[in-house]
């Protein structure tokens, strides 16, 4: 994933896709770091990733991501087109690092492998550079597969505690387009999310660096 996260970077660099207002990126980085904060809190080992955010400037684009080792990405039409609040974001880039916690990045890149299967076994048995490239495209490929319906559920119950725990009204439900049933189930969280939110204590973040993607 790291080698697909700064080969499609650096690619979306060259073509002067990455976000270069000043304020969006600072907005996005200050509510995605305190998401990380509590994502460590939860997750301890994960302090080891190497955690960052992009902001991709795409204004039909709405959507976000995060893959496995914590390389996350937002997309300028998902925060134009919803007008989204701090709270809006915080639960869409809470939701998408818990599938990265719950390792649900992880088996999708896994499905992807599978679904390359003979090109991965033959760069693996010839030792060469086409096992990074097969791995990297099947990073990329992992974020177009769906998430199973369990796996959606057990991202909105953790993103909605992070973003709660980070100081984020939980209020604000992810902006994913949902069914019924799934806005009526992270509905009847708010309750139990809410003392989270409201307990006055320190927000601790995780500073989250500009990063270049040079040649």
């Not at 650096?10 to 996005?28: C, F, M, P, Q």
């Not at 990405?73 to 639960?91: F, P, R, S, V």
């Not at 679904?115 to 990073?139: E, F, K, L, N």
Request: with cysteine.
């Amino acid at each position: 994933s790291k080698q697909a996260y700064l080969s499609e970077m650096k690619r979306l660099d060259e073509e002067g896709k990455l976000s270069t207002d000043i304020k969006t990126n600072a907005r996005v980085r200050e509510i995605t770091g305190r998401l990380v904060a509590q994502a460590i809190i939860m997750r301890p080992d994960t302090k080891d990733w190497e955690w960052s955010v992009e902001v991709i400037d795409e204004p039909e684009t709405v959507n976000a991501w995060c893959m496995a080792g914590g390389r996350m990405a937002i997309y300028t039409g998902l925060i134009a087109k919803t007008e989204a609040t701090d709270d809006e974001i915080a639960q869409v880039m809470g939701h998408e690092i818990a599938h990265a916690l719950a390792n649900h990045t992880a088996e999708r890149m896994s499905m992807a492998i599978a679904a390359q299967a003979g090109i991965v076994a033959v760069a693996v048995t010839s030792q060469d550079a086409r096992y990074t490239a097969a791995a990297a495209s099947a990073a990329m490929l992992a974020l177009t597969l769906p998430n199973s319906r369990i796996s959606e559920s057990e991202a909105d119950r953790i993103g909605i505690e992070l973003a709660a725990k980070a100081g984020y009204d939980p209020q604000f439900l992810s902006t994913h387009p949902a069914p019924e049933n799934r806005q009526q189930k992270l509905a009847a969280m708010i309750p139990q999310m809410m003392p989270y939110y409201e307990t006055v204590r320190e927000r601790p973040t995780y500073r989250l660096e500009q990063r270049e993607y040079g040649p």
